[in-house]
């Protein structure tokens, strides 16, 4: 089942009209149709405005859904995809070929030493995993430090204020895993 069809599906169970998800979600009538007759996927910050307006977890309305393309992806060195973002002391590269589609992002970020990422937070409902394959990196999140060395991981909701510091005096590779993906 598709998300637009498990969305139209709740709105029904709980007796909304359209106009109604619309109010209570925030999220424009005309991308509401989009998404129920599949025009549009929406993003994950307009599934988790209307799963909050009808009641349901967003991980309700990911379960069992189904893709009509199921895929196979191997991953190749020589064809590594591209990189995020970042020439300099932080660089994050995708371990797929792309992420359109897909339930999670996987991610390898590699930092100089003594580098940092900005502190962020990502959309409420997402996951976050890391896990450490080179030298040793500070995870701030919420104002608490964790060490991580090779081999440690850490999982956390990435909606909480975090950031990545690189502990060692050599380059860091992180793999990171953030699912769903977030806008």
């Not at 549009?40 to 988790?48: A, K, N, Y």
């Amino acid at each position: 089942m598709k998300i637009g069809e498990k969305i139209r599906n709740y709105r029904k169970q709980k007796k909304m009209t359209l106009e109604e998800l619309s109010r209570k979600s925030g999220v424009a009538l005309a991308t509401l149709s989009r998404m129920e007759t599949g025009k549009m996927p929406g993003t994950l910050r307009s599934h988790t405005s209307i799963c909050e307006a009808l009641g349901v977890s967003v991980s309700e309305l990911y379960r069992e859904i189904e893709d009509s393309k199921k895929t196979v992806e191997p991953g190749r060195d020589k064809k590594r995809p591209e990189r995020l973002d970042g020439s300099g002391k932080v660089r994050h590269e995708l371990l797929v070929a792309s992420i359109a589609g897909k339930k999670m992002i996987p991610v390898i970020i590699r930092m100089a030493p003594g580098a940092g990422t900005p502190t962020e937070n990502s959309s409420h409902g997402s996951e976050r995993f890391l896990y450490l394959t080179k030298g040793s990196v500070d995870v701030e999140v919420s104002g608490k430090t964790y060490r991580l060395g090779k081999g440690d991981s850490l999982y956390f909701d990435p909606s909480l204020k975090h950031s990545l510091t690189n502990a060692s005096r050599s380059e860091t590779e992180i793999i990171s895993i953030t699912s769903p993906p977030g806008e």
